[in-house]
């Protein structure tokens, strides 16, 4: 057997800094730390925090008044900071750069009047964040494929923007866009493309693994949207793909006349899980594991300055 690596997978700098701010937030403060949702969409990345005393809670009504509260990389609404400020708790942001750039182009266009369309899926965490930061929910609306185009009303098709969550499928984005700009002419949207340079790389690398391989697996939580998108987009190209949470999930079978694999991992995914796929797929069939480059990364972000 032989295993192509793609060549970036894994950690963004946005997950990287989600990551460090709960670790020096303990480390500063000590446990316990509470985090609302899960800092970043992993199972593994999850379990490890608990263990340093990271309390992971649904809302902000189950932290106690006054203590430490740290929002999650993919966002939360104006009333979810209004909330925890309220209850007099300590906050540190770990949302995503990235992310809060669409949340400052959100809050421009509900000042402006703007009527405004998110392209995103329904009832992840980023969506409903970015959705939290228009003042008159009735003016934003949430589109997720075609359909969702075919059925939109808007009051004034001459005042219409629209963003996107950062973690989509280029692809279907793009053909969403396509779909809007027929139907409403005049809308306008970000300068740049708002999916984060992270989402569009890691796709990029699985269409480089999609010629040469056979089976494609990506490491990933069954709730992370960028890990999704490798494993559809991999299917889209023809090539049958995985999504793994670990080792622990990989069937024998799957490898039975396959030659080439390929392994990739979402933006929230440790190495230390890649290793372990390696390692098992070694004891199905001896590996030689080739590195596939497509992009080099080297964008970091800072942590607040408290934490420094």
Known sequence: MEIFLANPRGFCAGVDRAIEIVN????????????????????????????KGAIFVDEVEDVPSGAIIIFSAHGVSKAVRKEAEEKDLTIFDATCPLVTKVHNEVKRFSKEKRETILIGH??????????????????????????????????????????????LSVEDTAEVINALRVKLPEITGPKKDDICYATQNRQDAIRALTESCELILVVGSVNSSNSNRLRELSERLGVPSYLIDSQDEIEDAWFDGVEKVGLSSGASAPETLVKGVIERLNRISPAEVTNVMTHVENIAFSLPKELR
């Open 122 to 167: 329904a009832g992840h965490p980023e969506v409903e964040g970015t959705l939290g930061q228009f003042e008159d929910p009735s003016r934003i609306h949430l589109v997720g494929d075609l359909s969702d185009v075919k059925a939109l009303k808007i009051k004034e098709s001459n005042a219409v923007s629209y963003v996107t969550q950062t973690t």
């Open 24 to 51: 020096q937030a303990i480390k500063k403060f000590g446990a316990p730390i509470y985090v609302r949702h899960e800092v970043v969409h992993n199972r593994t990345v999850v379990a490890e925090l608990k263990t």
